[in-house]
């Protein structure tokens, strides 16, 4: 399963906006099954398998659709839901059989 994940980075108190950390991560079994989320966006993080899209930082002053925070959101929104209704791939061995039709 794939999700999007947005963590906020750590900005002086005289930034007017923090700006924003957007990824596309693909979870293991375990937190698909028992609805869990990883607490950082890591490798290393519990639950996550792979890192597939790691989007530049942006900030995160705008509001309007033209806003580039809301242009990331809906691009990685778009590429998780793309991946997740991709069919599973097939595996070698049933691509290359051992022979023998009946």
């Keep these: 399963m794939y999700i999007v994940m947005e963590s906020s980075a750590h900005m002086p108190a005289s930034c007017k906006a ?3 950390r ?14 869990r989320l990883p607490k950082m ?3 290393r993080a519990r639950g ?3 890192i ?3 989007y530049p930082i942006v ?3 705008g509001k309007t659709e033209r806003s580039g925070l ?17 069919g599973d791939q097939a595996t070698v ?9 009946a």
């Design 18 to 20: 923090p700006y924003r």
């Design 22 to 35: 957007i990824a596309v991560v693909q979870l293991n079994q375990d937190y698909t099954a028992h609805d």
């Design 41 to 43: 966006i890591s490798e």
């Design 48 to 50: 996550i398998l792979r």
């Design 52 to 54: 597939v899209r790691d």
């Design 59 to 61: 900030p995160a002053a």
């Design 70 to 86: 809301v242009q990331t959101r809906k691009a990685a929104r778009e590429l998780a839901d793309r991946l997740n209704n991709a």
């Design 93 to 101: 061995q049933d691509l290359i059989g051992a022979g023998g039709s």
